[in-house]
């Protein structure tokens, strides 16, 4: 699956290179970006697969106990340790009840990593800048800080787009506290 996965990452970075003019300019203001897509309870996310090293199935994990609840324990991946994170959790929503058996989507930005767990991989998807929506300014402020817009899959259907960086530093951020 990493092989696949990898040359997935390269085809869509060779994509981008191609869609650069030679002035370094978008040909046109409008980006179509890849995103992998997954499912977490009923809701859908998205993260840019620039963003994604990889897809862990969870099958051994250790829990940190004393850690913070969106926290569900470190896995060994790559010869290091990769903290899974619950994000259902993080964003105060029910906790996902059971860590075998789901899936770590691995996001990274710079030295931070992380594995975001996840119920299914979906796909990946290609989205054009034009058809993402802000993040409401009524939300609290972890979800306008770590959601950076919200795609309209079908009419009664949002997926939500991660900000990987944001997300990336205020789980850092919080566990040093």
């Known amino acids: 699956m990493m092989n696949d996965f990898a040359k997935l990452l390269q085809a869509a970075a060779a994509e981008r290179v191609r869609s ?3 002035s ?3 040909e046109n203001e ?3 970006n890849d995103f992998l897509t997954f499912r977490l309870g009923t809701s859908h996310f998205a993260v840019p697969l620039t963003s994604s090293l990889g897809i862990v199935p ?3 994990w250790t829990p940190v106990p004393g850690n913070l609840p969106y926290f569900a324990g470190v896995i060994i991946w790559q010869g ?3 903290t899974l994170v619950d994000i259902q959790q993080f964003y105060a929503e029910e906790p996902s009840a059971v860590v075998a058996g789901k899936t770590a989507v691995v996001v990274y930005d710079g030295d931070l990593e992380a594995g975001v767990l996840v119920d299914e991989v979906l796909n990946i998807l290609k989205i054009r800048s034009d058809k993402l929506s802000t993040v409401s300014a009524s939300l609290p402020e972890k979800q306008r800080q770590t959601i950076a817009s919200l795609y309209r899959v079908s009419s009664q259907e949002l997926m939500v787009i991660l900000n990987v960086k944001n997300l990336l530093h205020a ?3 919080e566990e040093r506290d």
Do not use: D, N, Y
């Open 58 to 60: 969870i099958q051994k």
């Open 30 to 32: 409008v980006q179509e």
């Open 80 to 82: 290091r340790l990769l």
């Open 20 to 22: 650069i003019s030679p």
């Open 171 to 173: 789980i850092a951020g």
């Open 24 to 26: 370094g300019q978008a």
